[in-house]
């Protein structure tokens, strides 16, 4: 009968979906943040450090309106991917417009500019892995990638297997109905 979503990606499925509505009734807030395997304190304090940069330098507000602009229209930037020969790969699961979705062949969005910071920062290229979002956790346990960001909320449950970094955002909790 209802959904209770993250209000950006609730907003457009309403958009796509013009039998659903998003109730009025405000929920709780649920931050995210980008998750490490356990102990890499290396990548956690560099990802922190970075994170700070970025809110200082004016380059998450630049992500921020061009992947939550108020008129709704997406404005993907050009990422400069730098020329490392290293990778730090990153999981994540690219169907949560606007923070990390497919366009074309391409995974953008907000998380995906995040982490190619991220990766820049620490002197390495980007790689992406698009996985199941009940996947991630595990692949970074195990190894499989270096760092997690796809709209990741700090658990508990979650805390016991990956570390955390500092959030990067906030987002909303909004219910949709049928109309």
């Known amino acids: 009968d209802a959904?209770?979503?993250?209000?950006l990606p609730a907003k457009e499925?309403?958009?796509?979906?013009?039998?659903?509505?998003?109730?009025?009734?405000?929920l709780t807030v649920e931050y995210y943040a980008v998750a490490v395997k356990k102990g890499n304190t290396e990548l956690l304090n560099s990802i922190n450090?970075?994170?700070?940069?970025?809110?200082?330098?004016g380059t998450y507000d630049?992500?921020?309106a061009a992947f939550?602009?108020?008129?709704?229209?997406?404005?993907?930037p050009n990422l400069d991917r730098g020329d490392s020969d290293k990778e730090l790969v990153m999981g994540t699961n690219a169907e949560f417009k606007?923070?990390?979705?497919?366009e074309g062949d391409e995974i953008v969005g907000?998380?995906?500019s995040l982490a190619n910071e991220i990766a820049k920062d620490y002197g390495c290229k980007l790689k992406v892995e698009n996985m199941n979002f009940d996947s991630i956790i595990t692949a970074l346990s195990a190894?499989?990638?270096?760092?997690?960001?796809?709209?990741?909320?700090?658990?508990e449950e979650r805390q016991k297997n990956v570390d955390f970094s500092e959030n990067y955002y906030g987002a909303s909790q909004v219910i949709i109905v049928k109309k």
Not at 98 to 102: A, G, Q, S, V, W
Request: negative net charge; aromatic residues 8%.
């Open 3 to 7: 959904v209770v979503l993250d209000e």
């Open 13 to 26: 499925i309403v958009r796509q979906n013009p039998s659903l509505k998003i109730l009025d009734e405000p």
């Open 49 to 57: 450090k970075t994170l700070e940069r970025i809110q200082k330098d």
């Open 62 to 64: 630049s992500f921020k």
């Open 68 to 76: 939550m602009p108020e008129d709704g229209i997406i404005q993907v």
């Open 98 to 102: 606007p923070f990390e979705y497919l």
């Open 110 to 112: 907000f998380d995906i």
């Open 143 to 155: 190894g499989k990638v270096d760092f997690a960001i796809a709209g990741l909320s700090v658990t």
